[in-house]
């Protein structure tokens, strides 16, 4: 009779240390934010890059890497990249636009730009941390709505190239690039640093990925129709990003480390920064 007790009482305590806490999923998180906790993109920071295929939209850094996103707004506005293309798809890699010749020569914008790998500032910039280890920085987290890296002082912030970074091929010359743009179709960080990062695709992946994977005789390959700024389109949508300096989203990466639902049996309690995609909503125009 002992025995059988013993028993009991040790199958209890084992359906205690094992129970799975309640916990939020994203989802919920996600649903319990208001108003506040979202920002109004300003459209004089998206491009809107018309392919074939259909639309896709960036949101531009302007604070990490000021002289990139100035001289895409004049390439764009100059009409630089009208009717040039996608000329590089590399599956699981990148794609990759601009003038593949090499020979367009820019009327307003610049060839090149010194290259901005990351963003020197004389104290620790402000981050949403994901205190995580990871193998390329010493701290990652998010900042403004783009996951970003720092060195230990927080005195070196670079944006990272996680899935729909919009950054700027180069040759080995670190300042060559400047109209050769490419987006990331999975993670790639260990490109950080070599490149200069200064957006993150805001909608429009799909459209990346039904791009041609190489040319066809007699067809054109991947045309780019138009790279526009939004604020220079009558009628474009608007899009909206939940701030990463809130409660909110220091609550939706901990809901990223550790996934509530009955499907999940173990919890790491881990992510990493290329795991927790801030959300953005579009909001099509009325006009």
């Known amino acids: 009779m002992k025995k059988a007790l013993l028993l009991i009482a040790l ?39 018309d392919l074939q295929t259909g639309p896709v ?75 995580a280890v990871d193998g390329y920085a010493p701290r990652t987290g998010f900042r403004n709505g783009f996951a970003v890296a720092q060195n230990e002082a927080g005195t070196k912030t670079w944006m990272t190239h996680c899935v729909g970074a919009f950054a700027m091929a180069r040759t080995n010359e670190v300042n060559s690039g400047g109209t050769e743009f490419y987006i990331t179709l999975t993670p790639q960080r260990y490109l950080d640093k070599n490149t200069t990062v200064f957006g993150q695709l805001l909608a429009g992946m799909e459209h990346v990925q039904h791009l041609d994977r190489a040319p066809t005789k007699g067809q054109a390959y991947n045309v780019i129709n138009a790279v526009s700024v939004l604020a220079d389109i009558q009628g474009a949508p608007s899009f909206k ?46 006009d």
């Open 57 to 131: 939209y960036v949101a531009l850094n302007p604070e990490l890497a000021p002289n990139h996103v100035a001289n895409i707004k004049a390439l764009a506005r100059e009409g630089f990249y009208n009717n040039l293309s996608m000329y590089r798809f590399v599956e699981n890699f990148v794609a990759q636009g601009g003038d593949m010749s090499d020979k367009k020569v820019p009327q307003k914008g610049k060839k090149a730009v010194a290259a901005e790998f990351y963003y020197p500032t004389d104290t620790k910039l402000a981050i949403t941390p994901i205190n």
């Open 11 to 49: 199958a209890a305590t084992s359906s205690l240390v094992f129970a799975k806490p309640y916990a939020k999923s994203p989802s919920e998180v996600l649903a319990a934010a208001e108003p506040k906790d979202w920002q109004q993109l300003d459209p004089e920071n998206i491009l809107k890059i």
């Open 241 to 286: 990003r939940l701030k990463t300096e809130t409660p909110i989203f220091s609550a939706l990466i901990a809901a990223r480390k550790n996934r509530a639902g009955d499907w999940f049996v173990d919890t790491p309690d881990h992510t990493d920064v290329c795991s927790v995609p801030v959300p953005v909503e579009m909001q099509e125009s009325a």
